[in-house]
């Protein structure tokens, strides 16, 4: 007792007796590595996009790569990172001047890495040609570009690594970084009329997480790179399954709390940080003093019962203090979910990408519920409803019904439960029930929060249309195909 | 401005807290019995000339199911016979009041009535458990009596099923708890409309999708009598977390509910989890999926005063019980191990016991348990690394009759 008192005392670790931190900067490096490692997911030089969102554990992140990737690290990394912040200020209505001010620190963060970094808008995913043309900023900082200059091969970024030329690039870029932000005013306007068609909380961040994971996936995908990096830490993702659950995103759970995503076949998300608690990142920031941005997010300063996620975090928080393996807990059953991906692109959820999960049979919750509302509105209703457990059109809620959505009552279900329903296709606006039919069973719910379904964004109506088109050729060749899938 | 009813367009007295819809009396009514119709229907829940067990506690949902099943029967014509069967726990001001609705049910509907106690089962009752256990983990004892108070009940009556009014707020809370605890078996399990039907008897949920507000709502307007109050041990079991996570999102959108329902439904398990299989218990011959079922672990360790036998870490209590042996018997067994030592390996001083050590009760990826090969973890709980071997036979019968019983997986 009285020696744990004097080592407290002489901040000496428990463990080597030396300096206090020093072998937890070794288990948190190591566990980093030990993330990367095991799954042997990462290969030499392959090009991987790290998400940085400004926050602790983004900077966390940040600073490990870093020091696995320097040269004196033992058995260093090997691989290229990029980095993208994707600015959401809009989310919040945040005023020029903050949105500036925030943009410029994030600026300087990025650049100090020494890796090539981008920077855009959550409103780009709306407008999704234009991501091509975002150009990779260099930073040029000369002392830390030599030594990542043998680490990788510097050829994303058009401008020269030269010392003097130096500081007039950075505030040319600077300037150049917040003009592209500046120029897409049509899609932020068409972002903000979106996010404010949904009425609660709960669907505007479900919405803003689907189309910041389609921006990260539509970026990587365009400029060339194999894997998404995530900083969300075990923390956070215990947090996550607890309200994928109980937003009636069960199916995807698994996918959001895995270290590897692999809902897209050909990009996967890691999340090295998965193992490691908001505690421990704390103090490796404060170990290493390293400087974070706070961003305001929607329930920032909100009360308790703002959204669902809010409300789960505030949950899973309190009751770590009294139980603390809770967040161990909700980790090791994540772990043991499954996230097996879907099979083709047309069993995803054209907004999320994550599997489908509404086919299920005539004796379920989602079948239950739709029954309870034909049998809560059949005043309201139309005549010609289709009641299957599986993908079937039409939901009857009143609101939409009361905002004169092109109802075609033409749409006719075949039964088949594979989501080849041929419904009228002359229609240039898509039915209703059929967006809904491409959508998991979240987000359903966020979209039937909106006014118009048809304001969903462009990618998904495209995903909607072409699922469409397939879907009748299907039909046509019907009688020919013998495995019926 | 008086609400019209979305179905008659008459007034409405009331609004739907599962859809938000304002609907009248009888359109509720009417809303209610023909959901619990389509749930049996699509579920199959019911076949002609079977008798099911309706399980009564006198509460609101066992009354309301009573009442709702005897109504659908007759309405719909499932050809079922439906009896009545209650649980005496031995809890004074709570299941003595209750089992008084019991019995005035039985005589307002007509049905037979059973009543079994743990008392006349297990020679225990509720309050003398909780006098010996205390104010936490009591509800375990009570939750696993009660389940083989049921089937045997069930078995003296000779019914086919077995019904019970777990509604949709249970199953979600459940899927919550089950989470929480890390529970992978159970979170498969919990969100079937039908559980147990290899072997044991067939329990079902008829009210599976029918919300707890709904349920007291139909109690309310039909003005059906029922006893309204909680277990007085239960404001400090776990489960009270789960249930307030539940209301609170309950409030930020109703639909929640059925949402969580939905996603225990489509969660899927990895295949290469070990799950628990079912066999039968040794001694009581009741279904269980270690080799002595929990209720006979837990009776032998109330009846020989080490009440924590069934829920605590097994190799602490293994470790009390055979402190407790030594001091009887006098004889010098193996030591405990250094068991709080932060070593990264963990140090059995019983060497042949190493392979033993507490691996065997916790899965291979558990990640806080004690794994003794893997570097980078911590030794946490106390490792025991009492031999079963050495423990002295006829004492502890429970934990095998054999002379070198295997370890206990519990």
Not at chain 1, 373 to 392: P, V
Not at chain 2, 165 to 184: F, K, P, Q, S, Y
Request: glycine letters at 8%.
């Amino acid at each position: 007792m009285r020696r744990r008192m004097m080592r407290r005392l002489l901040r000496v670790c428990a463990v080597c007796l030396k300096e206090f931190l020093g072998c937890f900067q070794v288990y948190v490096t190591h566990k980093f590595r030990a993330a990367i490692g095991k799954t042997k997911l990462v290969r030499d030089g392959e090009k991987v996009l790290v998400g940085i969102s400004g926050g602790p554990s983004s900077c966390a992140l940040l600073h490990l790569i870093q020091e696995g990737l320097s040269q004196r690290a033992h058995k260093k990394l090997r691989f290229k990172p990029g980095l993208i912040f994707i600015d959401e200020g809009q989310v919040v209505g945040q005023s020029l001047e903050e949105h500036k001010v925030t943009l410029t620190r994030i600026h300087s963060l990025l650049r100090q890495s020494g890796f090539p970094y981008h920077l855009c808008q959550l409103a780009d995913s709306l407008d999704l040609e234009r991501v091509k043309t975002l150009n990779a900023c260099q930073s040029n900082h000369s002392a830390v570009n030599k030594i990542n200059q043998s680490a990788m091969d510097i050829n994303t970024c058009s401008n020269p690594v030269e010392g003097d030329k130096g500081d007039v690039e950075i505030s040319g870029q600077d300037e150049n970084c917040c003009d592209l932000i500046e120029m897409n005013r049509e899609a932020e306007k068409l972002f903000a009329a979106q996010l404010g068609s949904i009425r609660s909380i709960s669907g505007k961040e479900d919405f803003v997480r689907a189309l910041r994971h389609r921006l990260l996936l539509e970026f990587a995908r365009q400029h060339g790179y194999s894997k998404v990096m995530l900083g969300n830490t075990g923390s956070q993702l215990a947090v996550r399954l607890l309200t994928d659950i109980s937003t009636g995103r069960g199916m995807q759970a698994a996918l959001e709390t895995a270290f590897a995503d692999r809902r897209n076949t050909d990009m996967m998300f890691l999340r090295p940080l998965r193992d490691f608690s908001s505690k421990e990142i704390a103090m490796y920031n404060n170990l290493h003093r390293l400087e974070c941005v706070f961003i305001p997010s929607l329930t920032t300063m909100g009360d308790v019962g703002a959204s669902i996620e809010h409300l789960t975090e505030a949950f899973v928080t309190g009751l770590q203090a009294e139980y603390p393996s809770t967040v161990s807990n909700i980790m090791r059953t994540g772990e043991k979910l499954d996230s097996s991906s879907a099979v083709d692109l047309e069993s995803h959820c054209a907004l999320c990408q994550g599997p489908l999960d509404t086919d299920v049979g005539m004796s379920s919750a989602l079948a239950a519920l739709r029954f309870s509302l034909e049998i809560s509105t059949m005043g309201k209703t139309n005549g010609e409803r289709c009641i299957k457990g599986d993908n079937s059109v039409n939901n009857t809620n009143d609101e939409l019904c009361s905002n004169g959505v092109n109802y075609d009552a033409k749409v006719e279900c075949c039964g088949k439960s594979d989501g080849s329903c041929r419904s009228s296709t002359q229609l240039s606006v898509p039915d209703e029930g059929l967006v809904l039919q491409t959508l998991c069973y979240g987000c359903r719910i966020v979209a039937m929060e909106m006014d118009d379904v048809n304001s969903l964004p462009e990618f998904v109506m495209k995903d909607v249309a072409w699922r469409n088109r397939r879907s009748v050729m299907k039909a046509e060749i019907q009688d020919f195909l013998l495995d019926d899938r | 401005m008086p609400a019209i009813c979305t179905v008659c367009s008459k007034g409405a007295i009331l609004k739907r807290p599962k859809t938000g819809n304002a609907l009248c009396k009888e359109c509720f009514f009417h809303a209610f019995e023909e959901e619990i119709h389509h749930t049996i229907v699509h579920a199959e829940l019911f076949k002609r000339n079977e008798t099911i067990a309706i399980g009564a506690s006198g509460g609101k949902d066992s009354t309301v199911l009573a009442y709702v099943l005897k109504l659908l029967n007759d309405r719909h014509d499932y050809g079922v016979n439906l009896v009545l069967l209650s649980v005496d726990e031995g809890i004074t001001g709570y299941r003595d009041d209750s089992l008084e609705t019991v019995k005035r049910n039985q005589e307002q509907y007509g049905l037979p009535l059973k009543i079994i106690s743990y008392e006349e089962l297990y020679g225990w009752t509720m309050d003398a458990i909780v006098k010996q256990i205390g104010l936490k983990n009591n509800c375990t004892f009570c939750g696993v009596f009660r389940r083989q108070a049921l089937d045997r009940g069930a078995l003296m009556l000779k019914v086919d099923k077995i019904a019970t009014g777990h509604n949709a707020d249970d199953i979600a809370e459940t899927v919550i708890m089950n989470v929480l605890r890390g529970d992978i078996g159970r979170l498969r399990r919990c969100t079937a409309i039908t559980t147990g039907t290899d072997g044991a008897l067939p329990r079902c949920k008829p009210f599976k999708y029918t919300y707890e507000k709904e349920i007291v709502m139909y109690a309310y307007f039909k003005k059906l009598d029922y006893f309204s109050t909680e277990c007085i041990y239960s404001p400090n079991a776990y489960r009270g977390f789960a249930r307030a996570y539940i209301k609170d999102v309950e409030k930020i959108r109703p639909s929640a509910i059925i949402d969580i329902i939905h996603s225990g439904e489509s969660l899927s398990v990895k295949k290469d989890i070990r799950l628990p299989v079912q066999g039968v218990c040794e001694r009581c011959g009741y279904i269980s999926s270690n080799a002595v079922c929990k209720a006979c672990v837990m009776l032998e360790g109330l009846n020989k005063g080490l009440p924590r036998l069934g829920i605590g870490k097994t190799h602490k209590e293994r470790r009390k019980m055979q402190e407790m042996l030594q001091q009887e018997t006098g004889a010098a067994d193996s030591t405990p191990c250094t068991d709080q030592s932060l070593k990264s390996s963990c140090k059995c001083e019983n060497k042949t016991d190493q392979s033993e050590c507490s691996s065997q009760t916790y899965d291979s990826d558990n990640a806080s348990g004690c794994s003794t090969y893997s570097k980078s973890q911590k030794c946490k709980d106390g490792c025991s690394s009492t031999n079963p071997r050495t423990v002295a036979k006829e004492k502890l019968s429970i934990f095998g009759k054999l002379k070198q019983p295997p370890s206990i997986d519990f």
